[in-house]
C-alpha cells in the first residue's frame, strides 16, 4: 500500500519560501569542529606521552577535548529543531576547550617551561601551517626542535615545550571560532527565532493561501 501524507500534514511537505526544517548536521564542514577535532586528536598523543595514565589529569584533559568535538557535532544536529539546544551546546563545547587551554598553561607554568607569547613567531608559524592532521603538527615541531641551525637539541626547545604550546595555540584556535560563531547564533536566535517561531511562521503562510 502506497503512503500518502494526510491532508492536514500536507503543509509540511509543501515548497515554502522557508523551509520548516532548514539545513543542518554539517558540523563537519564547521571550521570550529575540524581545529576541536585536532586538538582532540594532538591531545590524546600529548596526553600518552608526557601525562600519566594514572592521572586524573590524564583522563579531564582528554574528556575536555571529546567533549569540545561531541557539543559541537551535537549541537550542530539538533539545530534542525532547537536552535536554542545549538547555542547551549556551542556553549559547553567554548568551555570544556576554556578548560583545557587552562591545563596546557598549567602544565607548562608546573613543569618550569615558557608559554609563548601571544606575538612568538612559532605560534603564528603553526596557525599558518594550516596543519590537516596531528603527523603534520608533529613535523612542525621537530623543525622547531631543531631550531634555525637545523641541529637536533641546538637552538630549539624541547617537545614537551613544543607540545604543550602547540596545543595551547590550537585550543586558542578553536575558542576563538567558537566564540564567533556563538555571537551568530546569539544573533540569529534574536532576529529569526527558532523551530517555534518558524512553525508559526510556516502555519501563518499556509493558513493565507487561497
Same mark, same amino acid.
Given at each position: 500500500?502506497?503512503?500518502?501524507?494526510?491532508?492536514?500534514?500536507?503543509?509540511?511537505?509543501? !515548497?515554502? $519560501?522557508?523551509?520548516?526544517?532548514? =539545513?543542518?548536521?554539517?558540523?563537519? %564542514? &564547521?571550521?570550529?569542529?575540524?581545529? #576541536?577535532? /585536532?586538538?582532540?586528536d594532538?591531545?590524546?598523543?600529548?596526553?600518552?606521552?608526557?601525562?600519566?595514565?594514572?592521572?586524573?589529569?590524564?583522563d579531564?584533559?582528554?574528556?575536555?577535548?571529546?567533549?569540545?568535538?561531541?557539543?559541537?557535532a !551535537?549541537? $550542530?544536529?539538533?539545530?534542525?529543531t =532547537?536552535?536554542?539546544?545549538?547555542? %547551549? &551546546?556551542?556553549?559547553?563545547?567554548? #568551555?570544556? /576547550?576554556?578548560?583545557?587551554?587552562?591545563?596546557?598553561?598549567?602544565?607548562?607554568?608546573?613543569?618550569?617551561?615558557?608559554?609563548?607569547?601571544?606575538?612568538?613567531?612559532?605560534?603564528?608559524?603553526?596557525?599558518?601551517?594550516?596543519?590537516?592532521?596531528?603527523?603534520?603538527?608533529?613535523?612542525?615541531?621537530?623543525?622547531?626542535?631543531?631550531?634555525?641551525?637545523g641541529?637536533?637539541?641546538?637552538?630549539?626547545?624541547?617537545?614537551?615545550?613544543?607540545?604543550?604550546?602547540?596545543?595551547?595555540?590550537?585550543?586558542?584556535?578553536?575558542c576563538?571560532?567558537?566564540?564567533?560563531?556563538?555571537?551568530?547564533?546569539?544573533?540569529?536566535?534574536?532576529?529569526q527565532?527558532?523551530?517555534?517561531?518558524?512553525?508559526?511562521?510556516?502555519?501563518?503562510?499556509?493558513?493565507?493561501?487561497?
Amino acid at each position: 500500500m502506497k503512503y500518502e501524507p494526510s491532508e492536514e500534514l500536507n503543509w509540511l511537505v509543501e !515548497e515554502s $519560501s522557508e523551509p520548516l526544517l532548514p =539545513s543542518h548536521g554539517g558540523y563537519r %564542514k &564547521l571550521k570550529s569542529f575540524q581545529v #576541536a577535532q /585536532l586538538t582532540f586528536d594532538l591531545t590524546v598523543r600529548f596526553c600518552q606521552k608526557f601525562v600519566s595514565k594514572f592521572s586524573r589529569t590524564h583522563d579531564q584533559m582528554v574528556q575536555a577535548a571529546r567533549s569540545g568535538v561531541q557539543n559541537i557535532a !551535537e549541537g $550542530s544536529q539538533a539545530s534542525g529543531t =532547537s536552535k536554542k539546544t545549538e547555542l %547551549k &551546546l556551542t556553549n559547553v563545547a567554548r #568551555a570544556s /576547550l576554556e578548560e583545557l587551554r587552562l591545563d596546557y598553561e598549567d602544565f607548562l607554568r608546573q613543569r618550569k617551561l615558557p608559554l609563548w607569547a601571544d606575538d612568538d613567531p612559532r605560534r603564528q608559524s603553526l596557525v599558518h601551517r594550516r596543519c590537516r592532521n596531528v603527523d603534520e603538527i608533529a613535523h612542525w615541531a621537530v623543525e622547531v626542535h631543531r631550531g634555525k641551525d637545523g641541529q637536533d637539541g641546538q637552538n630549539g626547545p624541547g617537545y614537551e615545550e613544543i607540545a604543550a604550546n602547540a596545543a595551547h595555540v590550537l585550543t586558542g584556535v578553536a575558542c576563538s571560532l567558537l566564540d564567533r560563531q556563538i555571537a551568530r547564533l546569539a544573533k540569529d536566535f534574536e532576529t529569526q527565532g527558532g523551530f517555534t517561531e518558524r512553525l508559526y511562521r510556516t502555519r501563518t503562510t499556509r493558513r493565507r493561501r487561497p
